[in-house]
């Protein structure tokens, strides 16, 4: 009876340690935000961010966790020196006087124990709207490599350059962006 008493409250002090908020910090060399649009019907165009960091705060039995990220704006990699000056200026990012993007979330989606989405809000030239990040892939599990707990996420959402004062050139240049967001990061 002893050894059963003894197995119940192991099991119980495990579940509560697993219960626990997990923190997360971003991997910056596997986590690049890429956005594309269409550029005058001709095609889609493909830039990312260079520089990210944040932390994602996880408590994955409870269904409740936390994000946020900063992103440097002065980051942008179009793939061309002279375009990402362009971009940067008063017109689309204003870098001069908004050097940083940021998401903050509260509120993670669950189906199941599987992480689906993310509403937050996302911050351009300072302004702040909500935008709701759909998780197409999610996994935790050891770090082969780096023998850390780590977790990644794909994530994808839509949102409007004019919502954020970025609209020049729309529709011509569409004012619908597509952000695709590969995320990966090790536990604190």
Do not use: W
């Not at 989405?117 to 998780?135: A, D, Q, S, W, Y």
């Not at 082969?144 to 780590?150: I, Q």
């Not at 409007?160 to 529709?171: C, L, T, V």
Request: charged residues 20%; hydrophobic residues 35%.
């Amino acid at each position: 009876m002893k050894k059963l008493i003894a197995l119940t409250l192991a099991a119980s002090f495990s579940s509560i340690a697993f219960a626990a908020p997990e923190t997360y910090i971003l991997d910056t060399h596997h986590t690049k935000p890429r956005f594309e649009y269409n550029h005058m019907g001709f095609s889609t165009q493909v830039s990312r961010f260079d520089t990210v960091t944040g932390k994602i705060t996880l408590d994955r039995a409870a269904h409740t966790g936390s994000v946020e990220v900063s992103i440097d704006a002065t980051s942008v990699n179009t793939g061309y020196p002279l375009f990402n000056g362009h971009i940067q200026g008063e017109d689309f990012f204003d870098t001069a006087k908004y050097p940083t993007l940021t998401y903050q979330s509260s509120k993670l989606k669950f189906e199941g124990d599987k992480l689906v989405g993310v509403e937050g809000n996302l911050t351009i030239k300072g302004i702040t709207r909500p935008v709701t990040l759909n998780v197409t892939s999610f996994m935790c599990m050891p770090h082969p490599m780096l023998k850390k707990d780590a977790c990644g996420a794909n994530a994808t959402a839509q949102i409007k350059r004019s919502d954020f004062n970025m609209g020049k050139y729309a529709p011509l240049v569409s004012d619908e962006v597509t952000l695709s967001i590969p995320v990966e990061s090790l536990k604190q």
